[in-house]
């Protein structure tokens, strides 16, 4: 059975690079209409995104979101409803990661990483509903969210316990407003994705800060790709792929029985 978002509109929120890109490509090569979300368009990377979608017959578009500022949303959701007329599928990609021994750690920079991880999925959600209910009422298979945890909100890592804190906290964000909507019979399936580590520049960028503390004995960034590839039963990263064909199935009818739960795909790493 093949992946069908043929009739689906889709958001995906920090889809400029790393998994949110990937995510939206596959979306789009199943069919679904992309609006392609992120921080601001002077990178040109998401355009760049969008270029390679509508370059092989996709549909996809562009618009600036920061999911921590409650009126990007308003204004996202505008534009959606205007273009598209409702929304079948919301992907919370966007997130941002901390590396740093708690006693150090800065109020704004706990603020930061809250306002991203956590406040930037429930605005999401909040803001998504609006557009979802009437099509998941109309829809038989209802509407899917998705929302991106990390296997480090399952599992304790030292030198990560502020990203963690706000991975576990999606994790029963989830669970809890998945029992919610289908008390209310809203038809809308909400599930975590639990990524280990994967190859995208936020590894990169984790990578260095963990080598500048020299965590498992690794000095050099190079060093700390090795140690950290070492962790996992796999003994490799995963592929920003990877983690898009995940969502995708999350994203299709072929997931309508899976609700509250959290998807891992960390190559076993959280399995011992
Ligand atoms: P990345 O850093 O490579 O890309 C993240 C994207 O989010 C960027 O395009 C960035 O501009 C965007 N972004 C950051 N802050 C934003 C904001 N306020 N509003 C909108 N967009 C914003 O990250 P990635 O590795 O692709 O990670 C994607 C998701 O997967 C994140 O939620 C991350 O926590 C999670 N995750 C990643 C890994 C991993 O190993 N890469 C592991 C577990 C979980």
């Known amino acids: 059975m093949e ?66 500022n409650e009126q990007h949303w308003q ?34 920079e706990i603020r930061r990483i809250c306002r991203v991880n956590i406040e930037g999925v429930v605005l999401g959600v909040k803001h998504a509903l609006p557009l979802m209910k009437p099509r ?14 990390s296997a480090m909100g399952i599992k304790g890592y030292p030198f990560g316990s502020l990203y963690s804190m706000t991975k576990g906290a999606i994790r029963l964000f989830t669970k809890s407003i998945a029992l919610e909507f289908a008390a ?41 790709r090795l140690a950290l590839q070492s962790l996992n039963p796999t003994g490799r990263m995963g592929t920003p792929q990877e983690l898009a064909n995940a969502v995708a199935f999350l994203a299709s009818d072929l997931s309508s029985f899976m609700n509250g739960s959290e998807m891992i795909v960390d190559g076993g790493e959280t399995a011992g």
């Open 184 to 224: 209310l019979k809203y038809n809308i399936r909400v599930n975590s994705i639990h990524p280990g580590l994967v190859d995208t520049p936020m590894v990169e960028h984790e990578s260095d800060k963990l080598a500048q503390l020299g965590a498992m004995g690794a000095t050099t960034p190079a060093e700390m």
């Open 3 to 68: 992946i069908d978002l043929s009739k689906k509109v889709a958001l995906v929120t920090g889809a400029a690079q790393g998994i949110g890109a990937a995510v939206a490509k596959t979306l789009a090569a199943a069919g679904a209409r992309v609006i392609v979300t992120d921080l601001d368009a002077q990178t040109g990377m998401a355009a760049a995104v969008v270029a390679e979608i509508t370059g092989s017959g996709g549909n996809a578009e562009f618009i600036v979101l920061d999911v921590s």
């Open 136 to 149: 998941a009422a109309a829809n038989p298979a209802g509407c899917s969210i998705i929302n991106f945890s």
């Open 75 to 108: 204004a996202v959701m505008q534009q959606v409803t205007q273009r598209h007329g409702g929304l079948d599928v919301l992907v919370n990609n966007a997130g941002v990661v901390l590396v740093k021994p708690v006693e150090d750690v800065t109020l704004e």
